[in-house]
């Protein structure tokens, strides 16, 4: 099935909570310390870390024993995880930030005795990562005006984002962005596509379930491309009215496209955003990891995920 690996969760008994301070620290705190005690209650030795060196370190030592890493927190703390941890930790996820766009793509619980269950019972499945600038991804990324949306709002960050926090950003931009031009260059073809705007995914999620490229996959070894050549505040109306009604693949202004590489160009300083974070600055190279990720996802998304994973599952619930 389109290369994924699955395995059934051996005997491996620690875990690992990382907890992102930044991600509305006293109800992440909580929820964390739950998570822990309904762990200890199954069998399992838990640990909870807030400081990125010690989880680090910790999760090296811990390696052959360690049945998992928890990610408490939104997607950033998962991507920020991703590219410090070692490439064979196992990663599960406890969704404590705004939009947790990979969780809902895993159909992860948000209730703390259900993420437990998931640890204890799920599968440790591989899923492709992107990676820009050399900087990993699990979801998606982007430049151009959304991007400039969330370089502003983490200029003022102070603990969790909640969904009003963007709404000064979002008028602020409306006002002063300018919507330079994106020159595209996707894997080895020659002449470039020229956009305003340019959206890159890993995994079908955006913020508000906006269904901009609900064909990706996050197992098919490639990264889809949406992007819309119109520049100014009447074609973004229009573009998302066109992405809600599912209508934006049909029209001319609209380029879809899968790539493995992507290059991104500007002749001006236009941001990029990763998974809801601030990237940087174009120029942007990115590229699939296939299987990159190991993630713990509950058993009801990989019976969503195919017949031949489903088998899999039915072979290892039998006895022996």
């Given at each position: 099935?389109?290369?994924?690996?699955?395995m059934?969760?051996n005997?491996r008994?620690?875990?690992?909570v990382?907890?992102n301070p930044n991600?509305?620290?006293t109800e992440?705190?909580?929820?964390?310390?739950?998570?822990?005690?309904?762990?200890e209650?199954?069998?399992?030795?838990?640990?909870?870390?807030?400081?990125?060196?010690e989880?680090?370190?910790?999760?090296r030592?811990r390696l052959?024993?360690?049945r998992c890493?928890v990610?408490?927190?939104?997607d950033?703390?998962?991507s920020?995880?991703a590219?410090?941890?070692?490439e064979?930790?196992?990663l599960?996820?406890l969704p404590?930030g705004t939009e947790?766009l990979?969780?809902?793509?895993?159909?992860?619980?948000?209730?703390?005795?259900?993420?437990?269950?998931?640890?204890d019972e799920?599968l440790?499945t591989?899923?492709?990562?992107g990676?820009?600038?050399q900087?990993?991804?699990l979801v998606?990324?982007?430049?151009g005006?959304?991007?400039?949306?969330?370089?502003?709002?983490?200029q003022s960050?102070r603990?969790?984002?909640?969904?009003?926090a963007?709404?000064?950003p979002i008028?602020?931009?409306?006002?002063k962005?300018?919507?330079?031009?994106l020159?595209?260059y996707?894997?080895?073809?020659v002449?470039p596509i020229?956009l305003k705007?340019v959206?890159?995914?890993?995994a079908?999620?955006?913020?508000?379930?906006?269904p901009?490229?609900?064909?990706?996959?996050?197992?098919d070894?490639?990264l889809?491309l949406?992007?819309?050549r119109?520049?100014?505040?009447?074609?973004?109306?229009?573009?998302?009215a066109?992405?809600?009604?599912?209508?934006?693949?049909?029209?001319r202004?609209?380029v879809?496209?899968q790539?493995?590489?992507?290059?991104?160009?500007?002749?001006?300083p236009v941001?990029?955003?990763?998974?809801g974070?601030?990237?940087?600055y174009?120029?942007?190279?990115i590229?699939?990891?296939?299987?990159?990720?190991?993630?713990?996802?509950?058993?009801a998304?990989?019976?969503?995920?195919?017949?031949?994973?489903a088998e899999?599952v039915?072979e290892l619930a039998?006895p022996?």
């Amino acid at each position: 099935m389109r290369g994924i690996e699955h395995m059934a969760l051996n005997q491996r008994s620690e875990v690992i909570v990382a907890v992102n301070p930044n991600a509305g620290a006293t109800e992440t705190a909580i929820a964390a310390a739950g998570l822990a005690r309904r762990l200890e209650q199954l069998g399992y030795s838990v640990v909870v870390r807030s400081d990125l060196d010690e989880i680090v370190e910790d999760a090296r030592a811990r390696l052959d024993s360690l049945r998992c890493v928890v990610a408490a927190g939104g997607d950033g703390t998962v991507s920020l995880l991703a590219n410090r941890l070692p490439e064979s930790t196992p990663l599960a996820i406890l969704p404590q930030g705004t939009e947790n766009l990979l969780a809902k793509f895993l159909r992860m619980p948000f209730r703390v005795d259900e993420v437990a269950k998931v640890i204890d019972e799920g599968l440790e499945t591989r899923l492709d990562a992107g990676r820009a600038n050399q900087q990993l991804f699990l979801v998606m990324a982007s430049c151009g005006f959304d991007a400039e949306v969330v370089h502003q709002v983490h200029q003022s960050r102070r603990g969790n984002i909640r969904h009003w926090a963007y709404a000064r950003p979002i008028v602020n931009s409306i006002r002063k962005y300018r919507y330079p031009t994106l020159t595209v260059y996707c894997d080895d073809v020659v002449d470039p596509i020229r956009l305003k705007w340019v959206f890159c995914f890993n995994a079908p999620r955006y913020a508000m379930g906006l269904p901009i490229a609900e064909e990706a996959d996050a197992m098919d070894g490639r990264l889809d491309l949406c992007g819309f050549r119109g520049g100014n505040l009447w074609n973004g109306l229009v573009y998302l009215a066109g992405v809600v009604t599912r209508q934006h693949r049909r029209w001319r202004d609209t380029v879809m496209s899968q790539a493995k590489r992507i290059r991104i160009e500007s002749s001006e300083p236009v941001p990029f955003q990763i998974d809801g974070d601030p990237g940087g600055y174009l120029p942007l190279d990115i590229e699939v990891v296939p299987g990159r990720l190991r993630l713990i996802v509950p058993r009801a998304w990989v019976l969503a995920n195919g017949m031949a994973l489903a088998e899999a599952v039915e072979e290892l619930a039998e006895p022996g």
